[in-house]
């Protein structure tokens, strides 16, 4: 009897592991540089791009949406919208956003509707410190005319504070 139930269990079991297993997707590595430079050359403001990154940092997201184009949602962007992602050595993703029109609802919903949690000074720039309701997503937030830019990423704000310092401004 337990020769005929090993028979049987066995191959469920097999089969159950073969099917269950959720392996991670693999991360697609993109070269953001060449989208950063068009949106340089497009965008009515100074476009910021990361300097000195880590080696084993990954480029996810590079995407340019200039006022009037549709956006993810498939609404028109109202204004010319920049936005990069990375994937740090640590498997923890970091974003940097900017939008020239349409600034107070871009930064609610980038931020996770994050509220004030106090300000970073860097470079001289007096960047606002947000968290969103949750308390997992922190972001810097930097109002200069005539945009807004913002570092987001579920990290510490040491963190971001760290990647908002090597951006500089893209040249296209």
């Known amino acids: 009897m337990l020769v005929a139930m090993a028979v049987l269990f066995v ?16 991360v697609t590595a993109i070269d953001w540089r060449p989208v950063a430079e068009h949106a340089a050359t497009e965008a009515s403001y100074p476009v910021l791009g990361p ?12 995407r340019f949406t ?3 184009r549709p956006i993810a949602a498939g609404d028109p ?3 010319d919208t920049f936005q990069l992602g990375f994937l740090t050595g640590q498997q923890r993703y970091i974003a940097l956003d900017q939008r020239d029109v349409g600034q107070e609802s871009f930064v609610i ?3 996770r509707t ?4 106090g300000t970073s000074v ?5 960047w606002e410190r947000m968290v969103s309701e949750d308390g997992r997503t922190r972001s810097l937030v930097l109002q200069s005319e005539p945009s807004v830019s913002i570092v987001s990423g579920d990290l510490p704000y040491e963190a ?3 990647f908002a310092t090597t951006l500089e401004p893209i040249t296209g």
Request: glycine letters at 8%.
């Open 11 to 26: 191959p469920v079991i097999v089969v159950t592991q073969m099917f269950t297993r959720n392996p991670e997707p693999p």
């Open 51 to 62: 300097a000195n990154l880590p080696a084993d940092w990954v480029a996810t997201r590079a």
């Open 66 to 68: 200039e006022a009037g």
């Open 77 to 79: 962007a109202p204004g």
């Open 109 to 111: 919903a980038t931020t």
């Open 114 to 117: 994050g509220r004030a949690d």
């Open 122 to 126: 860097l470079a001289g720039q007096t």
């Open 160 to 162: 971001l504070e760290a």
